[in-house]
């Protein structure tokens, strides 16, 4: 016996190193690696705000109410270094930073259900994982942090049977914090909302009057900020401009399909998989239990699926070269399994535990609801999103099954899903038509607020020849307008150059070019563009361009540079 402990001790030490190699090496990969075009839209609206523009003001973008985190570490920066080349490197690595911190309060709160070793487990599963393969804190990440600080101060909150108020007040606070970062996570409220509901002992509505309050009073808090000082109907009629201002982002999706329409396609296409490996994994715990003559069908159902699942991502990942948007079918699986699993073994864990873990794992893949709302991607990539709801069923799973004889089974399973899972992270590019995998990059930015990241060569060529132009034409204090719709290489990285007047109403990745920019111009005259900077791919389409047609027909812009990628038209 002493000796069989002894080699299951060394096994969990090969065990700690090897995740810990790979933590170690995912977090390189993550802070030197590619640059998308959803990171470089959240650090320009993030720049912005840091260099004075205020929200629902001059800032008109979706997701402004995230930019306070990322604008704070470039205040900083700019301070310390007064530069902006690098800072993007910066905020990964503080990201990073917040990433581990979050992942070591998890595992204190995990600990209160399991053992010190699933924990870690669960922690290193937690730190492998970010919605879109940056650790730069925009807000996908923002969201999925601040969520997971808000579960874990509910589980010490619970641990306390709501006695001690601080928990209820913390957690209030991440999960208004990840209200601010993902603003249509409001619809997380209404299973929370049943999740108190459900506790009828006085302590718990104690508890719930303490969330609530603490998030109205940090709500009105907040608000009394934004329109302090403004014109309340300017703020009202902004506020509705930025909600119906990205119409890239309703009505039809990036493919051009109507919402619903896309949304009931890719739902076939996550179900279909994963109700294949729920009916394989049932017929194999019956067929394995009559085989072994032992009652165990749940149990082996449950840990062939967590494997089949891993294995379909793996194939997505590394066989068809998806990239780090693969089918994710355990995003969808661990739940069902973890739900189930409550459900089915309600008599030996309690039903306060049930009456816990099923409202928050509900809530948590509602995530995915709010995201697919205003999102102009497939459903299958914004699996990712409910990170957090994956993370709450693998803490379910091994609570359920710790005191068992398999719960060394299910340990083992959740280490493979570890290790594939920092294999996706560490192999795969995030979105480029260049490549899907790290073995495709083959050039170092070596100018720019991208300084120093690892990408492709057009990327690279691309980031160094457009500084270099916009350098020679753009002068500071310049308002600059820029058209692009570049979907590999974001435009918004130019505004960091130089401290310049950002002369669209909008930062996002997927810009529109319509009458609200007229909007915004005649509220803020000094906005309009001195700089008109156009993208060399779109000049054969600019008779379709109606702010372009707009500026040129009512104001005088002479063309002073024709570069590689950008054409620069001066106002005189």
């Excluded at 189930?340 to 609801?369: H, N």
């Excluded at 299958?380 to 060394?408: M, P």
């Excluded at 340990?411 to 480029?432: D, F, H, N, P, R």
Aim: proline share 2%; aromatic share 14%.
């Amino acid at each position: 016996m002493v000796k069989k402990t002894k080699t299951l001790n060394k096994i969990w030490v090969i065990v700690l190193i090897v995740l810990t190699l790979l933590a170690m090496a995912s977090t390189i990969k993550v802070i030197f690696s590619d640059y998308v075009i959803d990171e470089s839209y959240h650090v320009a609206m993030s720049y912005r705000h840091a260099m004075g523009d205020r929200l629902l003001m001059e800032m008109w973008e979706p997701h402004q109410t995230s930019a306070f985190l990322c604008a704070f570490l470039i205040r900083l920066y700019i301070m310390l270094f007064h530069t902006t080349t690098g800072i993007v490197v910066f905020l990964r690595s503080c990201g990073i930073i917040f990433h581990l911190v979050v992942s070591i309060v998890l595992y204190k709160a995990t600990r209160l259900f399991v053992d010190s070793k699933a924990s870690m487990i669960i922690a290193f599963l937690f730190y492998s994982l970010f919605p879109k393969l940056t650790s730069l804190p925009e807000f996908s990440n923002m969201m999925v942090w601040f969520l997971a600080l808000s579960f874990c101060f509910m589980c010490y909150a619970e641990n306390e049977q709501w006695r001690k108020p601080v928990y209820a007040i913390l957690s209030s606070t991440c999960f208004f914090l990840a209200l601010l970062s993902y603003p249509v996570t409001v619809i997380l409220a209404l299973p929370l909302l049943v999740f108190f509901l459900i506790k009828k002992e006085r302590k718990r509505f104690a508890g719930l009057g303490c969330f609530l309050i603490t998030s109205i009073t940090e709500g009105c808090l907040y608000f009394a900020y934004i329109v302090w000082g403004k014109n309340l109907d300017l703020i009202f009629r902004n506020a509705l401009n930025v909600t119906s201002g990205d119409e890239s982002h309703g009505g039809k999706n990036a493919y051009g399909i109507s919402q619903s329409a896309f949304i009931l396609g890719e739902s076939k296409k996550i179900m279909i998989p994963s109700l294949a490996i729920l009916l394989t994994a049932v017929i194999v715990g019956i067929v394995v239990s009559k085989i072994l003559k032992k009652k165990k069908v749940f149990c082996i159902a449950c840990l062939t699926a967590i494997v089949l699942s891993g294995l379909l991502s793996g194939y997505y990942c590394f066989i068809k070269n998806t990239g780090y948007t693969c089918l994710k079918v355990q995003y969808v699986l661990f739940p069902i399994i973890a739900i189930t699993a409550l459900i089915y073994y309600r008599a030996r864990i309690g039903t306060d535990k049930l009456k816990f873990f099923i409202p928050i794992i509900v809530m948590e893949m509602m995530t995915i609801v709010a995201v697919t709302l205003v999102s102009n991607v497939a459903l299958s990539q914004n699996l990712v999103f409910t990170q957090v709801g994956f993370i709450v069923s693998s803490i379910v799973i091994l609570y359920v099954f710790k005191d068992t004889k398999e719960a060394k089974y299910v340990i083992a399973s959740m280490v493979l899903m570890c290790i594939l899972s920092y294999g996706i992270e560490g192999y795969t590019q995030m979105m480029s038509s260049t490549g899907t995998n790290i073995f495709q990059y083959n050039a170092i930015v070596k100018d720019g607020p991208a300084y120093n990241v690892v990408c492709d060569y057009v990327v690279k060529e691309w980031y160094e020849t457009g500084n270099a132009e916009y350098k020679s034409v753009v002068n500071d204090g310049d308002s600059v307008f820029i058209i692009s719709d570049n979907m590999e290489v974001s435009a918004s990285e130019l505004y960091l150059l130089k401290p310049v007047k950002i002369a669209q109403y909008s930062t996002i990745c997927t810009p529109t070019y319509g009458h609200k920019h007229v909007e915004y111009w005649e509220q803020f005259q000094e906005r309009l563009p001195d700089v008109l900077i156009v993208e060399s791919n779109m000049i054969p389409r600019l008779n379709e361009n109606y702010i372009y047609n707009y500026l040129m027909d009512n104001y005088d812009y002479e063309k002073v540079l024709e570069g590689a990628h950008y054409c620069y038209y001066i106002k005189k």
